[in-house]
């Protein structure tokens, strides 16, 4: 008893430090923006989202009664007599990793003060992002036309529709998002909005989310369009 009134009588004290040093804001928080922490938490809360879809695809695809389509084939392209297997998908993956390198070339204009530049280059992000997107829009009409549904699919299991427009669907409508964000913030860089108030932090915050999508991208790829 006098040994478990001794632990508390230690334990007590620290557990107040630490408590009072976090409420304080003393070491944890004051030198994190704001605007960064809340995006840092949202796209945690995606990344659970992604994997939560990505892990119940895998489950889908390993469980299905019917033989599941041959995405080499389903996403291949005819060009000039020849089907290429997955040429539309390779070229939407080299677009959006262009434009992550885009994007980071934004930000570090953004914090040399260099308005112009930054703004350009956001505008080329969009630019890429908006091409993905219509290329995806493509792809999408290419399966309905061929008769896939999100309930049916007549190359084989039933579940490869659901699976495709729920995943690749949702992530499209990060990159739309991200789109509609970019040229928001570019416009504002544009007419010296942040020039005026000295915080190019939303252009670096805009990037976070832009590189996520980017990488969410790349987990579908390999697990959706290679496996």
């Known amino acids: 008893m006098a040994q ?3 632990d508390r009588e230690v334990i007590a004290p620290t557990l107040r430090e630490i408590a009072a040093d976090w409420s304080a804001d003393q070491e944890v928080f004051r030198q994190t923006h704001w605007g960064k922490a809340m995006m840092w938490i949202f796209l945690l809360s995606d990344t659970f989202i992604f994997s939560c879809f990505l892990t119940g695809y895998m489950t889908v695809r390993a469980s299905a009664v019917l033989p ?3 995405t080499a084939e389903v996403f291949a392209l005819t060009i000039g007599g020849q089907s290429i297997p997955l040429i539309l998908i390779a070229i939407m993956t080299f677009v959006l990793i262009s434009s992550s390198g885009t994007m980071a070339m934004a930000v570090n204009f953004g914090y040399r003060r260099d308005r ?10 969009a630019l890429f992002g908006t091409t993905f997107v219509s290329m995806q829009a493509f792809e999408w009409t290419k399966l309905i036309e061929e008769g896939v549904r999100p309930w049916s699919n007549p190359m084989g299991a039933p579940q490869f529709g659901a699976s495709f427009f729920m995943i690749t669907g949702f992530h499209g409508l990060h990159v739309t998002c991200g789109v509609i964000l970019l040229l928001i913030i570019a416009y504002k860089v544009a007419r010296g909005h942040y020039d005026r108030t ?8 805009a990037g976070l989310y832009w590189h996520f999508v980017d990488l969410v991208w790349v987990f579908i790829f390999a697990f959706f369009y290679l496996w």
């Not at 000295?198 to 915050?205: F, K, M, R, T, W």
């Open 116 to 125: 112009r530049k930054t703004a350009a280059l956001m505008l080329l992000t």
């Open 4 to 6: 478990g009134i001794r």
């Open 198 to 205: 000295g915080d190019y932090s939303a252009v670096e915050i």
């Open 68 to 70: 599941w389509p041959n």
